[in-house]
């Protein structure tokens, strides 16, 4: 269970329509439907991770736009009133940042449409955007809007015969992660395969959905489609729990695969505790390691392999050193593929052919 907002001196006024109509509401947000927004929750509240708020834009900082529901990136000015959701983020590349204690002003950490506090970012950015929070969005009852009410359905259980399921997990932020699950997307579909995609950690944000979706797939959900905004700072239960919600909610969409997509490194916290679950283990059939170097790529194949995960290649930023792949492959033993070795079919084929079965070695492995 969440724990519960804090309401002392609560106080509750109608929000119009029109009010809500000249805001820009954020990503994070988009299965909540907008017309139960009914009204403005202030004063001593606690917000949890997944609350929506209306929030006033102080001062522009990294973040010069947001992300709206429909993927379109929107200009922010001082002034603006923007619907986001709280939520913590853990970004190496960018911010570390926690859910604030109360209504204070705080932060726009990421472009998806996250409120939250920075407390540290990478020295190559600029200080994050200031948002003054106005209150959180209630429904007409005055009971807080969190992102746990808008999710997914439970699927029926479709039983056996279950789609290969296809994991990419790298490094760290921007070893190429996005660019090898939209390739494999790629040379699954041209192969003749019906496939879907989905994100299973990290922070809101519409643009890996977009990339798998470019690349062929039917559908794609991620972690927001589960009720949150992020993933950092979950137990390993509800991670679990998103991991089967979105892989059952495909398969029964009558896919042949499925490419899952998870996000920073893997000695993020959220991150190591997935790929080391048995639940995990036991669902994924193949994946792809995504590097930017010959260290990275043998430290992470090593990690993976002691998990017993069933690692067939490495891809991202190394595919294009030649030097570099060809250090990974001897170290490693395993090929070096890059966006468009993953985009062609006969190499898929090969990857997850009859000699290089990674569904068998599941099933070995009991």
């Known amino acids: 269970m969440l724990q519960e907002t804090i309401n002392i001196n609560q106080d509750i006024t109608s929000l119009s329509p029109q009010q809500l109509a000249v ?15 009914k009204t403005l929750i202030h004063g001593n509240l606690q917000p949890r991770p997944g609350d929506l708020v209306l929030a006033r834009v102080e001062k522009i900082g990294h ?39 109360d209504l204070s002003p705080c932060h726009l950490v990421a472009a998806g449409g996250i409120a939250s506090l920075c407390l540290s970012q990478h020295a190559n950015v600029r200080e994050p955007t200031r948002i003054q929070p106005l209150g959180l969005l209630g429904d007409g009852d005055g009971s807080i809007i969190n992102l746990t009410d808008w999710t997914l359905p439970q699927p029926p259980d479709i039983g056996d015969p279950c789609p290969l399921i296809i994991a990419v997990a790298g490094t760290t ?75 059952d909610y495909l398969s029964s969409r009558g896919v042949d695969a499925i490419v899952l997509e998870i996000a920073d490194g893997l000695y993020q916290r959220e991150t190591a505790m997935l790929l080391s679950s048995h639940h995990f283990r036991s669902t994924v059939t193949a994946m792809i390691f995504a590097a930017s170097d010959a260290m990275g790529a043998g430290a992470g194949t090593e990690w993976l392999f002691q ?42 084929a090969y990857l997850f052919g009859q000699d290089n079965d990674p569904a068998e070695r599941l099933v070995e492995r009991g």
């Open 23 to 37: 805001t820009k509401v954020a990503f994070t947000t988009r299965r909540v439907n907008t017309t139960a927004i």
């Open 63 to 101: 973040h010069k736009h947001i992300e709206l529901t429909d993927g379109r990136r929107a200009s922010l000015f001082v002034g603006d009133e923007i619907v986001v959701s709280y939520g913590y983020r853990y970004a190496p590349d960018q911010f570390e940042s926690k859910v604030p204690r």
């Open 173 to 247: 932020m921007n070893a190429g992660k996005t660019t090898s699950a939209a390739g494999v997307v790629k040379g699954l579909t041209r192969g003749g395969m019906k496939v879907a995609g989905a994100k299973l950690t990290g922070t809101g944000s519409g643009g890996d959905r977009w990339s798998m979706l470019d690349a062929g797939a039917t559908e794609v959900v991620d972690f927001t489609d589960a009720g949150f905004a992020s993933t950092s700072h979950l137990p390993l239960p509800r991670l679990e729990q998103i991991q089967r919600l979105l892989v």
């Open 307 to 348: 998990r017993d995960l069933p690692l067939v290649a490495l891809s991202g930023r190394i595919s294009v050193s030649p030097l570099a792949s060809r250090e990974a492959a001897q170290i490693t033993g395993l090929p070096v593929v890059g966006p468009e070795d993953l985009a062609d079919p006969d190499q898929i």
